[in-house]
């Protein structure tokens, strides 16, 4: 009797991972302010949210973006009709201007190089398939993207060799690292072609300086294996250290292009996974070429790169979005970090990304990954928060969680707040600072109705807005 | 260079095809009614601009779908962030009337069962990815569309076995063809784990009869092995025999919720019936649970955009209008085709009978030097560089009898298609010419006229003579290139 393949019948679509068990617990029962008000909230999904207003304030004024004039209509047969796989010359351009306005214009992209793809997901599966055969393998720092688990090896049968990265370390890639997963790799006959990063980093939320950034490129280069650069995050750097990209980096130092690869997407920059737009850039001729071939799998609807090409053509637009993008992530992620911050939880220092990195290691009853996962369920079960646990990413430690704070409203992340506030209150005294009790002079307790009163304190209608400028707290357990 | 995956560096994309060298030579010098009257003409890319022109009013009058609106309110937020490879619930809905409709109603489709992708090229990919491992093979009926070369082999491993059809019987797919096309795989010691057939049939433009369904249901049944119907063109459907799906054929047997149900599995996409190649979007139709659950999760690599998800579902759930569009679309179907037909038969060449697609299956047998491939080759080139009109030759659909070609009719307007065929007539009005002199024949590469100086005896369509006959009264040295070299051939002399 005839089966399906190994491939369909097999785990490799990952979605077996608590990654995906959060979100399905989510899915059974979502928050809804009115309709669900003690549903679960999604923390768990890696959205940018903030900037829909300015975005559909902008659509309004262009409907020629969407087609939607006399002369749209008559451009929609043209439209229709465009399947080259090459791309629209101007959908080709913008992406181009708009990857280099993000980098400060530091480095320009050549739009010849640029190759679409079904999403970034459909971009990864595409660069594995060019640079490695069924049984190589890709080298990746953890904590890293669970989504990398299928992306990259599902259906290449491309393997992944994890690069550990440290909290010692504040989960900075060293040389180190490198050396011994590249060692690991040979030890078990796996042939390494490449290494994946994320900068800005999934599920850090920070980005990589130029020293580590020189150093791996100088590390692929003796190694003579490629680096592919996911810089899906690029534009989410809402403080300093500035965001540095690879292309930058390899002006800098000298390198064999042929290895260099970057990876984009407009879902998380600027909030439009729906579009299905990925991006594979390489500076090597033979993959563009190859990529360009492989991207009739995956291209980008034809309708999709008109109102992308319109958009990011316009320079006020550009330049105006990247602003507000930053000012409104800025102001959600510092809001979100200090709040937590006053129940005593901290997480590793960011400066990009839709999620910070939360540190939970104290609320463990062991330092194991069951009880990671204890916790876990915890949170999802009676704190009603879909947030991913640190295993799911691959991460070295128990403890730390990823949790996203630009996938929603206002008011649902006061909701949110509010019931880490209870159960952190509740359940682990111990962890709430002193010196903020004395500070703030309100004398914390256990009881229900006090935390009460912490919330009308955070609340909006109270002493803090969210969005009136905040006091960095000393107490941000950051880690440094 | 060692560094790319074998994928990258071999040659499995196809793209050295003739079929899409063609392109490259009419993307050199298209022609263009009023800016390159002597460019080449399209009549290799199958696509369907007969209609397109209905749809620009449907808009106006429906500016919500692409202004991402509902009830006059953006949606945009909502869409921009659906990304859920569930697809979009009411486009779904709208596309399983749609595919239920274009059967006459007389199969209807669950939307639950259906997975959209980025265009059929990705749901090929996918259901070959989901039914076969690397180095297992299924059979396909020749002559078949050049793109299954890539799309079901390069990146899935899986080897592409063909099931050779013949013009003694119209290209039908027979059991001996079948059977030995299974021998042949089993000799090869690949596992064959299905069948997939093109109905109607690229390149032929020809409707499945319902024997030649039962065969191939019974044949899958006593192997136990899949069935996929690429129906791409079922829409295009312009006059009888009307079309039969697959899926008509096991419910009339009685077959549907049986072991086999499971095993046949549908592709289809709105390239070709209602002409919207760009928006890429595809979709596979299966019976079994599990192969839509991995098939799904596999349409990540590949998601239909939500802005065209949507765009579609409001088009699709216009049923009068669709209705309107397609009847108009049958029309104009047929009309082009009459008339790509009469004016070839005026010039002596004769078509195969079809009723569908966007394309004729063309008989040049009896222009070529020699019933051979180089033959073949030879003449597809000088219709390409002289007579100036790309066309698909046969052989790169794998038919496995020389002369044939795939001519496209549906992708040009009226003047153009005339004009295409006044140029087919004078090109063979011009090799029919009996002439004095002797010349040899000049490289492809020079722009000068050629004078061609050779005699075919025309023969008739039904007696082919072997070259014997063929009274042949030049000197020319034919140049046979393999296929995979043309490209670098055509690269130098670009």
Same mark, same amino acid.
């Given at each position: 009797?005839?089966?399906m %393949?190994k491939?369909a #019948? &097999? ?9 995906? @068990?959060?979100?399905k *617990?989510?899915e ?6 009115i309709?669900r008000?003690?549903g ?9 949210q903030l900037?829909?207003e ?9 409907p ?5 004039t ?7 047969k043209?439209?229709a009709?465009f399947q080259?796989y090459h791309?629209?010359?101007e959908?080709?351009?913008?992406v181009?201007k708009?990857?280099?306005?993000v ?11 640029i190759?679409m %793809?079904g999403g970034a #997901? &459909?971009?990864?599966?595409?660069v594995?398939?060019?640079?490695a @055969?069924?049984?190589e *393998?890709l080298?990746?720092?953890?904590p ?10 599902w259906?290449?049968?491309v ?5 550990i ?7 900075q890639?060293?040389?180190?690292a490198?050396e ?6 040979q ?6 072609k ?12 920070t ?8 150093s791996?490129?100088?590390?692929i280069?003796?190694k003579?294996?490629h ?10 750097v ?5 965001f540095?990209?690879?292309?930058e ?12 690869h970057?990876?984009y ?5 600027m909030?439009?996974?729906?579009f299905?737009v990925?991006?594979v ?20 609807s034809?309708?999709?790169q ?5 958009m990011l053509?316009?320079d ?6 990247i602003?507000e993008?930053?000012e409104?992530?800025?102001?959600r992620?510092?809001?979100f970090?200090?709040?937590?911050s006053?129940?005593g ?11 910070i990195?939360?540190d ?9 990954f069951?009880a ?5 369920r915890v949170i999802?079960?009676e704190?009603?928060?879909n ?5 799911s990413?691959h991460?070295h ?7 996203c ?5 206002d008011?649902?992340m006061?909701v949110?707040?509010?019931r ?5 209150l ?12 004395r ?10 109705s006090l ?7 955070m609340s ?5 807005s969210?969005?009136?400028?905040l006091?960095q707290?000393p107490?941000v357990?950051?880690r440094? | ?7 990258a ?8 095809s ?19 009257p002597?460019g080449i003409?399209?009549?290799?890319l199958a ?6 022109d ?18 006059g ?5 909502e869409?921009?962030?659906?990304q ?9 809905r709208?596309?399983v009337?749609?595919m ?5 109603n007389?199969v209807?489709?669950d939307?639950n069962?259906v997975v959209?992708t980025a ?16 180095g297992?093979a299924?059979?396909?009926?020749t ?8 799309d079901l082999?390069?990146r899935?491993?899986?080897?592409i076995?063909p099931?050779?059809c ?8 027979t059991l ?5 096309a299974?021998r042949q ?6 596992r ?6 093109t ?8 409707t499945?009869?319902r024997?030649?369904l ?8 006593d ?32 077959l549907d ?18 002409g ?5 979007v ?11 659950s991995a ?15 949507y765009?579609?579902s409001?088009?699709l759930l ?5 209705k ?10 047929q ?5 790509l037909?009469a004016g070839?038969?005026?010039a002596?060449?004769?078509c195969l ?16 030097k ?7 080759m ?6 390409v ?7 698909s ?7 496995i009898?020389?002369?044939w070609?795939?001519v ?6 009226e003047?153009t298609l ?6 087919l ?5 011009s ?8 010349q040899e024949l000049k490289?492809?590469r020079?722009?000068s006229r050629?004078?061609?100086v ?6 008739s ?15 020319y040295?034919p140049?046979?290139m393999?296929?995979?070299n043309?490209?670098?051939t ?5």
């Amino acid at each position: 009797m005839v089966s399906m %393949s190994k491939i369909a #019948t &097999g785990n490799g679509h990952g979605e077996n991972s608590p990654y995906f @068990d959060g979100w399905k *617990a989510y899915e059974t029962n979502p928050f809804h302010p009115i309709d669900r008000p003690d549903g679960v909230i999604q923390m768990g999904l890696a959205e940018n949210q903030l900037c829909f207003e300015f975005i559909k304030k902008w659509l309004m004024e262009h409907p020629e973006a969407s087609l939607c004039t006399a002369e749209g209509v008559n451009r929609f047969k043209e439209t229709a009709l465009f399947q080259d796989y090459h791309g629209m010359p101007e959908f080709r351009q913008a992406v181009a201007k708009f990857m280099g306005k993000v980098r400060g214009d530091r480095v320009k992209f050549d739009p010849d190089r640029i190759v679409m %793809s079904g999403g970034a #997901t &459909g971009a990864h599966e595409m660069v594995a398939f060019c640079l490695a @055969d069924p049984g190589e *393998a890709l080298l990746v720092p953890t904590p890293y993207y669970p989504g990398f688990d299928r992306d990259l090896r599902w259906r290449t049968g491309v393997e992944l060799v994890p690069v550990i990265c440290e909290s010692s370390h504040n989960f900075q890639i060293t040389r180190t690292a490198m050396e011994a997963a590249y060692e690991k790799a040979q030890e078990a006959n796996l042939k390494v072609k490449g290494l994946l990063i994320t900068n800005p980093s999934n599920p850090l939320g920070t980005t990589m300086d130029r020293e580590t950034l020189k150093s791996i490129v100088k590390f692929i280069n003796e190694k003579n294996i490629h680096l592919i650069g996911d810089e899906i995050y690029a534009a989410t750097v809402f403080k300093d250290p500035e965001f540095v990209s690879i292309s930058e980096v390899i002006q800098e130092v000298e390198c064999n292009h042929d290895l260099i690869h970057i990876v984009y997407s407009l879902s998380k920059d600027m909030g439009f996974p729906g579009f299905r737009v990925g991006i594979v850039y390489s500076y090597n001729d033979a993959v563009v070429n190859c990529a360009r071939k492989m991207s009739s799998y995956g291209l980008v609807s034809s309708q999709t790169q008109h109102l992308i090409a319109t958009m990011l053509n316009d320079d006020d637009f550009l330049h105006n979005f990247i602003m507000e993008s930053k000012e409104q992530l800025f102001k959600r992620h510092k809001y979100f970090t200090w709040s937590l911050s006053q129940v005593g939880i901290g997480s590793l220092k960011s400066n990009g990304g839709l999620f910070i990195w939360m540190d939970l290691r104290k609320l463990l009853k062991e330092k194991t990954f069951d009880a990671e996962m204890d916790l876990w369920r915890v949170i999802i079960n009676e704190v009603k928060l879909n947030v991913s646990p640190g295993s799911s990413f691959h991460c070295h430690e128990p403890g730390w969680f990823r949790v996203c704070f630009a996938n929603m409203e206002d008011n649902t992340m006061e909701v949110a707040l509010s019931r880490i506030r209870s159960f952190i209150l509740k359940n682990n005294e111990s962890i709430i600072p002193r010196k903020l009790c004395r500070r703030s002079s309100l004398k914390l307790s256990l009881s229900r109705s006090l935390s009460r009163r912490m919330d009308d304190f955070m609340s909006p209608a109270g002493i803090m807005s969210p969005h009136s400028p905040l006091p960095q707290s000393p107490l941000v357990r950051a880690r440094t | 260079m060692g560094l790319l995956s074998r994928k990258a560096t071999c040659n499995t994309h196809g793209q050295d095809s003739s079929y899409f060298l063609g392109w490259q030579e009419y993307e050199k010098n298209p022609y263009n009614e009023v800016n390159n009257p002597n460019g080449i003409i399209q009549m290799g890319l199958a696509e369907n601009q007969l209609c397109l022109d209905l749809l620009e009013p449907w808009l106006m009058k429906n500016p919500d779908a692409l202004g991402l609106k509902r009830d006059g309110i953006s949606i945009f937020k909502e869409l921009a962030l659906f990304q859920d490879y569930n697809g979009f619930p009411a486009f779904k809905r709208a596309l399983v009337d749609f595919m239920g409709e274009i059967r006459g109603n007389k199969v209807s489709f669950d939307p639950n069962h259906v997975v959209l992708t980025a265009g059929a090229t990705s749901a090929n990919e996918t259901l070959m990815f989901c039914l076969a491992d690397q180095g297992d093979a299924f059979l396909l009926p020749t002559p078949y569309y050049p793109g299954f070369d890539r799309d079901l082999r390069w990146r899935t491993g899986v080897e592409i076995v063909p099931i050779h059809c013949t013009s003694s019987n119209g290209f039908k797919v027979t059991l001996p063809a079948i059977e030995q096309a299974y021998r042949q795989a089993q000799k090869r010691k690949l596992r064959v784990k299905g069948v997939l057939i093109t109905n109607p049939s690229n390149p032929l433009g020809t409707t499945m009869a319902r024997d030649e369904l039962d065969l191939l249901i019974n044949f899958i049944e006593d192997k136990q092995i899949h069935l996929i119907s690429d129906e791409i063109y079922s829409g295009t459907v312009f006059t009888s025999p009307s079309f039969v799906s697959v899926m008509e054929v096991l419910k009339d047997r009685d077959l549907d919720q049986t072991q086999v149900w499971e095993r046949v599995h549908i592709v289809y996409s709105l390239s070709k019936d209602l002409g919207l190649p760009g928006f890429r979007v595809g979709a596979i139709y299966s019976n079994d649970p599990v192969v839509v659950s991995a098939a799904t999760k596999m349409s990540s690599f590949g998601l239909v955009s939500s802005q065209t998800q949507y765009l579609l579902s409001a088009m699709l759930l216009d049923k009068k209008f669709t209705k309107e569009y397609m009847s108009e679309n049958h029309k104009r179907l047929q009309k082009q085709q009459k008339d790509l037909v009469a004016g070839l038969e005026k010039a002596g060449i004769r078509c195969l009978d079809s009723n569908a697609g966007l394309f004729c299956w063309v008989d040049m047998r009896h222009l070529l030097k020699s019933n051979t491939f180089e033959a073949e080759m030879e003449l597809w080139q000088k219709i390409v560089y002289h007579v100036k009109i790309n066309i698909s030759p046969g052989s790169s659909c794998h038919c496995i009898e020389p002369g044939w070609f795939r001519v496209c009719f549906a992708n040009m307007s009226e003047s153009t298609l005339k004009l295409a065929i006044q140029r087919l007539k004078s090109f063979v009005s011009s090799i029919g010419m009996k002439s004095q002199n002797h010349q040899e024949l000049k490289s492809l590469r020079r722009k000068s006229r050629n004078n061609w100086v050779f005699r075919l005896s025309l023969q008739s369509f039904y007696d082919r003579e072997q070259d014997a006959t063929t009274k042949v009264s030049f000197s020319y040295r034919p140049h046979f290139m393999s296929l995979s070299n043309i490209a670098a051939t055509l690269d130098a002399a670009a």
